[in-house]
């Protein structure tokens, strides 16, 4: 009797054992919950869909050149990342499919490439966008033009519910988001922003918030980062550039590896 008490006591003792011990093993993968497994980079427009257009360029091209670039530096460079491409051709994608792609793939962080413009020549340099509505009466313009590619989709009326990018009423449900990722989607606009002043001498406008459509709609941290102004003679040409573009690129690099480090290290 003592024996078999003894035996199970041992058979317990050491389940209990290998419970706590496959117990750590958990918290370690919990731990690499906050690992950054996937990227999506998303090039804006595309296809019949240009975005700005400046003297000599048009935002789609620019766009998609930068992303390739940001994407290719991370496949050389953060080999346990996987980079997930929206477009690498000059295709167009529904403003809804972005998101889906990023949604679908359980993407960590969702970072989209675009560039700016305004009727006047002079406003330049960069400015990354995170999701919010605070800011809407002064960047409405900006918002519509952002959201407004919706109106060249198909059946957008019934893929949108309803959604009108040039109504201001129609950015009210927006306010329903939930904030769950501001926060690290602040960090790396904070940290995109950093790299271009302070290592590509560029202009930075700072990081702003905008309800842009990509934004709300992706279930992850995502980031809108205009590059620059195609409606600015000088920046044009910058951001069609060789030089422009790889430091335009390995700057967002850069950020997104020091945004990588930071929640990998929480
Ligand atoms: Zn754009």
Known sequence: MERTKLKNILIISGLTFTFLFMGFIPSGEKRSEFKLRRVVIDAGHGGKDPGTI?????????????????????????PDVEVIY????????????RANIANRNRADLFVSVHCNAVKSTGPY?????????????????????????ILLEEDYEINYEGFDPQSPESYMMFNLMQKAYLNNSLSLADKVETEFRTRVNRHSRGVKQAPLYVLWTTSMPSVLIEIGFLSNM????????????????????RAIKAYKEEIESL
């Open 86 to 97: 929206t477009r690498k051709t000059d295709a167009f994608i529904e403003l809804k499919e």
């Open 54 to 78: 400046g003297k000599m360029s048009r935002e789609k091209d620019v766009a998609l050149k930068v992303a390739m670039q940001v994407g290719q530096y991370m496949e050389e460079l953060m």
């Open 234 to 253: 000088n920046e044009e040409r910058y951001l069609n550039s060789k030089d422009g573009q790889t430091y335009i690129a390995s700057g967002i690099y």
């Open 125 to 149: 340099g960069t400015e990354t966008f995170v999701m919010g509505t605070s800011d809407l009466n002064r960047n409405f313009d900006y918002v519509k033009r952002e959201n407004s590619v």
